[in-house]
């Protein structure tokens, strides 16, 4: 069962997200995308149930946010969580064409920008995600930057993350947050990973060790009233990483295979990683799944520290 929460905007929260909101109790937002275009149906349904049940394991509560027949979802049961596994055709969704998703009455799975506009809608502060989209490669000929780097600026929710997606251009992606004025702070190192790779080769913005300091620096940051999201990158697990220079050759052939099948838009990373996932003979959505069960463990320590 769900509850509607607004009179206009069709969204409604699960009972649990619910039930936590009342409470006061940490919550945190978890995208869609990863679910309908990340991986095929039954990982991607196990993937999903782990991710949830690790939030739960560290006292919070997991809000997976999808747009079902034109509703908001903010927290999926059982039953929608498993028929969102399945769905197909769900459009993946982003600032651009949320709305329009909710106006037609379509079904679609959020990206990071999306998730976190939802978020936001929810009073949600704290977001798990596997890699932010950012300036793809070539960006200066395509142009193909992702509306995740201008959604960080302007929407104020924690977003963690194993870093930037390393089939995108890291130092740009980097350079573009920083005149955008979003904090970029690596936990627990101070080097900013690359998704699959504990290290990019670039020196981490800022780095601190603990939730408890990251949750005191947004405290800051709210009592200044600076606008805009945080973004955490987590390095993945070291018995779980795909090292960076090994990662680059498979990389470079993916995106070879890109530039040849004229891939381009919103299907360029979904091809990129169903590439990489055959060049590595599965290892990269090992290292996927393990990275997001990381960022899902520490935004839900993020999140009870805010509460605290």
Not at 148 to 169: F, M, N, P
Not at 177 to 191: I, M, Q
Request: aromatic share 4%.
């Amino acid at each position: 069962m769900t509850r509607p929460v607004s009179p206009l905007l069709p969204m409604q929260y699960s009972d649990e997200v619910a039930a936590a909101k009342a409470r006061g109790a940490p919550i945190v937002a978890l995208e869609s995308t990863i679910i309908t275009h990340g991986m095929p149906y039954p990982g991607n349904l196990d993937m999903a149930r782990s991710v949830e049940r690790i939030i739960r394991e560290q006292g919070a509560v997991p809000a997976t946010i999808a747009v079902i027949d034109g509703v908001l979802h903010i927290g999926l049961d059982e039953a929608k969580l498993e028929a969102l596994a399945q769905t197909q055709g769900a459009m993946k969704l982003s600032r651009a064409d949320l709305a329009f998703a909710i106006a037609e009455r379509r079904t679609g799975a959020t990206t990071v920008a999306a998730t976190m506009i939802g978020a936001a809608r929810a009073g949600i502060k704290v977001f798990a995600t596997g890699g932010i989209g950012g300036v793809h490669r070539k960006a200066e000929e395509t142009f193909d930057i992702s509306a995740d780097l201008d959604e960080l600026s302007r929407t104020g929710v924690i977003v963690v993350c194993a870093g930037a997606k390393a089939i995108l251009d890291i130092p740009k992606t980097l350079e573009v947050l920083e005149t955008r004025g979003v904090p970029v702070v690596t936990y627990d190192s101070p080097v900013f990973p690359a998704f699959w790779s504990r290290d990019s080769g670039l020196k981490s913005p800022l780095t601190l060790n603990s939730p408890a300091a990251i949750a005191n620096f947004q405290t800051v940051r709210d009592q200044l009233g600076v606008d805009g999201g945080m973004l955490i990158a987590n390095p993945v697990p070291e018995q779980d990483e795909i090292p960076r220079e090994e990662m680059e050759i498979y990389i470079a052939r993916a995106l070879d295979n890109a530039e040849r099948d004229e891939i381009a838009g919103k299907s360029v990373t979904p091809y990129l990683l169903d590439n990489l996932f055959h060049l590595t003979d599965g290892r990269s959505l090992k290292t996927n799944i393990a990275l997001v069960e990381n960022n899902a463990r520490l935004a839900a320590e993020i999140a009870v520290a805010l509460v605290d």
